[in-house]
């Protein structure tokens, strides 16, 4: 099992950056891909952001290419996701994934294992 805690969101204005961190732990090599999706309310889970853990290659949403940043810090079994220009759109639960593939997928359905989430507000 592959344990993912988030942290880092809160309350910002539009134009504002947040950084969110997801710790991993428990049986970390089981773990490929790393993603990040969110779920506003009413709507459906969607993907936001995507790392290959041994490449480092990254994958994003149209939505927020450009102004989010996914990294990540092996040394440490971490990912960050970098938010910056946060639109009110942006307002979400901000969730940490990660699945036992080298595959990029924005599909949720296809990783293993879960953060509880993290809440971000965007003030217009």
């Known amino acids: 099992q592959v344990q993912l805690v988030e942290s880092g969101g809160g309350l910002v204005q539009a134009g504002g950056s947040l950084r969110l961190s997801c710790a991993a732990s428990?049986?970390?090599?089981?773990?490929?891909?790393m993603g990040w999706f969110r779920q506003a309310p009413g709507k459906e889970r969607e993907f936001v952001a995507s790392i290959r853990l041994g490449f480092g290659s990254t994958s994003y949403a149209n939505s927020v290419k450009g102004r989010f940043t996914i990294s990540r810090d092996s040394a440490k079994n971490a990912v960050y996701l970098q938010m910056n220009g946060l639109k009110p759109e942006d307002t979400a639960v901000y969730y940490c994934?990660?699945?036992?593939?080298?595959?990029?997928?924005?599909?949720?359905?296809?990783?293993?294992?879960w953060g509880q989430g993290t809440q971000v507000t965007v003030s217009s």
């Open positions: 994934a990660a699945r036992s593939s080298v595959q990029f997928s924005t599909t949720p359905n296809q990783y293993n294992y």
């Open positions: 428990g049986r970390t090599f089981s773990a490929y891909a």
